[in-house]
């Protein structure tokens, strides 16, 4: 009998959940959008414990089953404590030779960012999706969200050409954390302009009736609606 979780990512074979396929299918097309076209670079948010991860990991294996792309979900939870640009740079190529099974030429400046995401390292069209961004610090989170933007405004001016020859092949990026707009906000506006906003709202009352339903069936239980205040 499946078991719930709060905690980690939900097993769908082992753990009651949500389907949430509405939720899950905006998301896959706000990041494809067209696979000869450009995709959207998003920011994902919402509290911690909604299912924003266990959501975003569906995505990928989604995406994955199309072949289109390469698609991967990274964490920078590691580098929340990294002081200078060379440390959250190393943290990020560590991150993506660990998720994509290659390695990536060393980059200690900002600027080079954009060769990671070249056809020297990819075949495909990449869609990269970033968990705990906004775990940096907000000094790294506005250098990255700058060449994120120049690298976006970069395939834009190539829009004669198919998404898998242009020079930088991020497709599609989306950067979940907790906040809507991730730190990347400062006196003089926003420097990643060039985002869409997906927020991950709580179960609704008939997603949770949807869970104990299933369990109730399964248990041959039933669960005690009735609110009580004391």
């Known amino acids: 009998m ?4 709060s905690y980690g990512i939900i097993k769908t074979k082992r753990h009651y959940y949500a389907p949430r396929k509405e939720l899950i299918t905006r998301t896959i097309n706000q990041l494809i959008n067209d696979k000869e076209e450009d995709g959207h670079y998003i920011t994902i948010w919402a509290p911690r414990q909604t299912g924003k991860t266990t959501i975003m990991h569906q995505v990928v294996q989604q995406i994955k089953e199309k072949g289109d792309f390469e698609v991967g979900m990274i964490s920078l ?8 640009d060379e440390a959250v740079l190393k943290t990020l190529l560590y991150e993506l030779s660990n998720t994509f099974q290659r390695k990536f030429e060393s980059i200690q400046e900002w600027k080079y960012l954009s060769r990671i995401f070249s056809k020297d390292h990819f ?8 968990d705990e961004f906004d775990a940096l610090n907000e000094e790294f989170i506005n250098k990255f969200a700058n060449e994120f933007r120049n690298m976006y405004l970069n395939r834009q001016n190539q829009s004669d050409m198919k998404s898998s020859e242009k020079n930088c092949l991020l497709h599609s990026l989306a950067l979940i954390g907790v906040r809507s707009v991730l730190g990347i906000e400062n006196v ?11 927020h991950i709202p709580n179960l609704t009352y008939n997603e949770v009736s949807y869970i104990y339903q299933w369990y109730e069936k399964e248990s041959k239980q039933l669960i005690n609606t009735e609110y009580r205040s004391d």
Request: no cysteine; charged share 30%; net charge positive.
């Open 188 to 198: 003089k506006g926003s420097l990643f302009n060039v985002q869409r906003s997906i």
């Open 123 to 130: 075949d495909k069209p990449l869609i990269l999706i970033i």
């Open 2 to 5: 499946r078991k719930f979780s």
């Open 77 to 84: 939870q590691s580098a929340k404590n990294d002081e200078n």
